[in-house]
């Protein structure tokens, strides 16, 4: 066998990894395993939960098809989230295998009486940040956290202690359902003052509400340029109200609620795509539509059964042409709000600019089969010695540059701290 033979295809698409953005060189799955459900104390909330034997069987599904990238939070299911993820990664020794998000500024303790006063327990502030992250690496197993959440903005806590205490904690850091102005005033800081910047931005995005592309999308498209903000968004598949006519009749007959009439549009709208694009499921239709929609989207997906973890993994064999992203669209009006209604949010050129000339943008998106089908075949024909020099030559020049970018000496960040 030849030294630099070519690694052999993972067994399903979840192993191709991407890089999380520009900013971060850590290579994650395209899709992350939503732990919200997995742990066993929410079931008496309403909230669907898993004993610790079902929630295993899921981890090791979703380990098993190639994947490495898992989000959880301090407050899921009053902590036996973390628990029951620490405990399977330690069972199957795994731990540097994988990418673990978790999350701080809920009060993780709120099912726990003996604690008297619970008011540090929650918020953004230095000390909540520290007894949640203290409580997370031993509910973890674990030494260290790949990406930390800011969960959400609290609004009493200022954004240089944030920073602040963040930068001098974390591996890597992130930040979630906040606004548009918060992150991008806390990583204008973080620049200025040579902090670790947030790198990841977790929120409610869909077909079904797409209120993030107001604001959010274009901040985070703007600073894909300069510090590469990637994109989590959970909900995706519109928490079981995306689905077909026949199986919303088969919920009904079940008791389950019904849908509203534009959930019944939009879910008639992915039905017709799905059937277009060869589709098994119309929530694939809705995981592929996120993806496709702009860079560096790493949808989160959950489920309480492995065969329903495994079909919304088929978004990774969709591509979704220019008209069937306007059609979906086209079911439900977006308002951009003002300004974007007038100048547009960057994607395309505005009426003004188009009254002007012909201008053609960059394109930025990339699905994955693209992906694979453009850069794989690269890598196979690095065979002549010529080549694989010129290669060396240039991860030489690159690594060289890596390091003098961001040495100590030059008063910057070490490679330590600004890995992620």
Known sequence: MSFFAICPAPPMKLGYYHVLSPLVSVHVSPIQLGAMSIGDKWHKLGFGSMDKEASFKVLDAYFDMGSNFIDTANSYQDESSEEFIGEWVEKRGIRDQLVIATKYTMNFKRGNHSIQQKVNYIGNGNKSLHISVKNSLTKLRTDYIDILYVHWWDFETSIEEVMNSLHNLVEGKGISDSSAWVVSRANMYAQVHGKTLFAIYQGHWSILD??????????????????????????????????????????????????????????????????????????????????????????????????????????????????????????????????????????????????????SKTKVSLSLRNHAAKRLPRIHRLKKPGQLRVFGRYMLTRVRYMILKWSPMKGTKSISSSFL
Do not use: C
């Not at 694009?277 to 702009?294: D, E, H, T, W």
């Not at 973890?309 to 059609?327: C, F, G, H, R, W």
């Open 210 to 359: 797409r209120s993030l592309e107001r604001d959010i999308i274009p901040m985070a498209r703007t600073l894909w340029g300069s510090v590469g903000l990637a994109l989590a968004p959970w909900d995706v598949i519109g928490g079981g109200k995306l689905r077909t006519d026949a199986e919303g009749e088969q919920r009904r007959q079940s008791g389950e609620t019904g849908r509203n009439e534009n959930e019944k549009k939009i879910s008639r709208a992915l039905e017709k795509v799905a059937g277009e694009v060869g589709a098994k499921n119309i929530r694939s239709v809705a995981l592929a539509y996120v993806m496709q929609k702009a860079r560096y989207v790493f949808p989160l997906v959950g489920g309480r059964k492995v065969e329903n973890l495994v079909a919304n993994l088929e978004p990774l064999d969709i591509t979704l042409s220019k008209e069937q992203v306007e059609y979906l669209e086209s079911v439900q009006p977006f308002d951009p709000g003002s300004p974007n209604v007038m100048i547009g949010d960057g994607s395309s050129y505005n009426m003004f600019m188009a009254t002007t000339a012909h201008m």
